[in-house]
């Protein structure tokens, strides 16, 4: 199923609907989590954390993961890693349940899950960065990492460019954050559920900068 997960395309991901396995995942999880190697059964716990998010572009898993207790592992997962890309694919999985409203509510009461999503914000690694970034502006947060006191009243700047040119883009992405602005843009290559927030970035933009190389 996790080898699944990473092969099948958004129409056919009906194909990863799976509630009686997922549970099992969720616990394979949390005894990795517990363990000094961050291994349990040969899974390491960033292998399980990055399937769990490529599982939960299913609709129906996003809930089935919620009701499993995997908002609960997740965050604890986060909150005792010390290795950034364990810490990366742990949010993103959480980035991918909070598109699911039940989930947002789960996530909004779990303890330090979102003092722990902002403090991600200011992470040097760019992949935990982004994906703290996501799974706050999913939760209703919409905003990103700075200047939030100099806000624009309204909506965002969404950026709109090609991937080859994304070094150049992330400064002008700084500097209009910088200057106070709030600002959308995908700095990874976007899949299932990660297509929708791109959808809604465009449609709550108060202005698409169309850039073109």
């Known amino acids: 199923l996790l080898s699944l997960a990473y092969v099948v395309d958004e129409d056919s991901n009906q194909l ?3 509630e009686e396995i997922l549970g099992g995942l969720t616990s394979l999880l949390q005894k990795a989590c517990c363990s000094k190697k961050r291994k ?3 899974f390491s716990a960033k292998e399980l954390a990055e399937g769990l998010a490529w599982l939960a ?3 129906a898993n996003k809930k089935v993961l919620g ?3 995997a908002v609960s592992v997740l965050v604890a997962l986060i909150e ?3 290795d950034d890309s364990e810490k990366a694919s742990a949010t993103k999985a959480l980035w991918m349940l909070a598109f699911d409203e039940s989930n947002k509510k789960l996530i909004e009461k779990e303890n330090g899950a979102l003092a722990t ?3 991600l914000q200011r992470s040097k690694d760019p992949n935990v960065q982004k994906a703290a970034e996501g799974a706050l502006w999913e939760l209703g947060n919409k905003t990103t990492t700075a200047n939030n006191d100099n806000e624009a009243s309204g909506n965002h700047v ?3 460019y090609q991937w080859e040119n994304q070094k150049v883009l992330i400064k002008v992405k700084n500097k209009l954050q910088a200057f106070g602005y709030r600002v959308w ?3 990874e290559q976007m899949g299932g559920s990660t297509i929708e927030a791109m959808a809604r970035a465009v449609e709550n933009a108060s202005v698409v900068l169309i850039c073109v190389s």
């Open 40 to 42: 349990f059964h040969g």
């Open 67 to 69: 009701e499993k207790g």
């Open 185 to 187: 843009m995908d700095v």
């Open 158 to 160: 969404m950026i709109s």
């Open 117 to 119: 999503l902002s403090n």
């Open 80 to 82: 005792t890693s010390n």
């Open 57 to 59: 572009v299913n609709d």
């Open 16 to 18: 990863l609907a799976a």
